[in-house]
């Protein structure tokens, strides 16, 4: 049995850490379910394992955090859907690769909701929208822009941090960062797409998704 919480209103970033910690140290205790802790943050920056100093753009802009997740600085704030997903791995056959890979088909499974058709891309982490409308890049590749995140964190086979999903954040918030290392690409939400999504109707999808993908 997963557990699934939701958090009304702006959770900060610290108290999102410390919780996911007791949550992470009870399921390895077997004292605690597993758990999807659905969050917005105010806005903020992480800073992961292998953030890079010159990307991030504009220091001083919103407060940044050193998240202790794989990856380099992200950007969270309103309208952003946070999932924080503490999965027993040891349970789901400790193999990282794997999980990751069904983290991704997960977005991928809730965009498609929506009639959005998310795409992996080799040596870039997290999922790409393309954008044939928009003009090229200066060296003729296609542009595609970001609409969800992914930084996890083991600790003895338990994971947290997770995903996140652009559904309407300020997307000129992203500026303050090289979001991930990637520069060149931009950042999408679905309603910048033209979907008309609340975050209920996200949160079902999310909720439907996981089932289908993990069980």
Known sequence: MVDWITSRGLTGYDEAVAEMESRVAAIRAGAASEA???????????????????DLLAPGRFPVHSSGRG???????????????????????RDVRVFVHKLEDWI???????????????GRVGIWIPRPEKAPLPDGSPREDKIAAIGIRLRR???????????????????????????????????????????????????????????
Do not use: K
């Open 157 to 215: 086979w338990v994971s947290f941090h997770g995903i996140s999903i652009n559904l309407e954040p300020d997307l000129e918030h992203f500026s303050g960062i090289t979001p991930c290392g990637i520069s060149g690409h931009g950042v999408t939400s679905l309603v910048d797409l033209g979907l008309p999504v609340t975050m209920d109707d996200l949160d079902l999808a999310l909720h439907r998704a996981f089932t289908a993908t993990f069980g």
């Open 108 to 122: 991928i499974a809730t965009l498609a909701e929506f009639g959005v058709t998310g795409e992996r891309r080799e």
């Open 36 to 54: 999807v802790w659905l969050v917005e943050h105010p806005p903020l920056y992480t800073a992961g394992t292998s953030a890079r100093p010159a």
């Open 71 to 93: 990856g380099q600085y992200t950007y969270h704030g309103p309208g952003q859907r946070v999932a924080y997903v503490m999965l027993d791995l040891s349970e789901r056959g």
